[in-house]
């Protein structure tokens, strides 16, 4: 079963503006990912926030984790037309070194010209 | 894509016939992963391995097999495909935990 629930399942916005997309999870976590999926392509990976972190910022992204209400947000400031892409959160456990990563059914965001 | 390449890009296939799929990477990480994704669902985790001929279940592993004889290869098998298994099938790679995972390109699988 999914773990990461993503809020809202769809967002169009336009140019400039600012995307905030949720994640929602439900077990302890070691960390929380967020990646990024163009259309037929694979995953890119954005950014990793560690369980005892709060915030963490690259670029034009910047993520939050609430472990307390088991929340994440993802927000991209100043959008551009190449941002258009579906974004997923995913929670990770460790086993043997490896990461188990459960994710979301992710956001699809479009940014309109 | 990191290093990583999938073979083969796309396949059809009828009900019962065995498939294989492979990843290949050149970046010498010790972990690996199979994922599938579909509409409505996400990316699930079938099998991952933590070294050579070292592997583990992961969340879909029924009807799955994987093998790992070497570093680079890691091979996704369908003993009997269903039509249940069409689905795009993403092979991953990592680094000690915690870590960032790499996608390959994906295959798209198709069972008729």
């Known amino acids: 079963s999914q773990q990461g629930e993503e809020d809202p399942q769809a967002l169009s916005i336009q140019e400039g503006e600012n995307a905030t997309m949720n994640c929602s999870y439900k077990?302890?976590?070691?960390?929380l990912q967020w990646y990024r999926q163009n259309s037929g392509r694979g995953l890119v990976h954005l950014i990793l926030?560690?369980?005892?972190?709060r915030e963490k910022h690259s670029g034009r992204l910047r993520v939050t984790l609430d472990t307390s209400k088991k929340s994440s947000s993802l927000l991209i400031t100043a959008s551009r037309a190449a941002d258009t892409a579906s974004y997923f959160c995913a929670t990770a456990s460790q086993v043997e070194g490896a990461q188990k990563l459960v994710f979301g059914q992710g956001t699809r965001l479009t940014i309109n010209p | 894509d990191a290093g990583i390449t999938q073979s083969p890009r796309h396949k059809v296939t009828e009900t019962g016939t065995p498939v294989t799929l492979r990843c290949h990477q050149t970046e010498n990480h010790r972990y690996m992963y199979w994922y599938r994704q579909d509409p409505g669902h996400g990316l699930r985790l079938i099998h991952y391995?933590?070294?050579?001929?070292?592997?583990d279940k992961g969340e879909v592993s029924d009807g799955y097999s994987v093998s790992r004889s070497k570093t680079e290869d890691f091979l996704l098998t369908l003993e009997s495909a269903t039509s249940s298994q069409t689905s795009v099938y993403f092979c991953?790679?990592?680094?000690?935990?915690?870590?960032?995972?790499?996608f390959g390109p994906g295959t798209r699988l198709t069972v008729l």
């Open positions: 391995s933590y070294g050579v001929k070292d592997t």
């Open positions: 991953a790679i990592s680094s000690l935990a915690p870590n960032e995972q790499f």
């Open positions: 077990t302890s976590i070691n960390n």
């Open positions: 926030i560690r369980s005892n972190e």
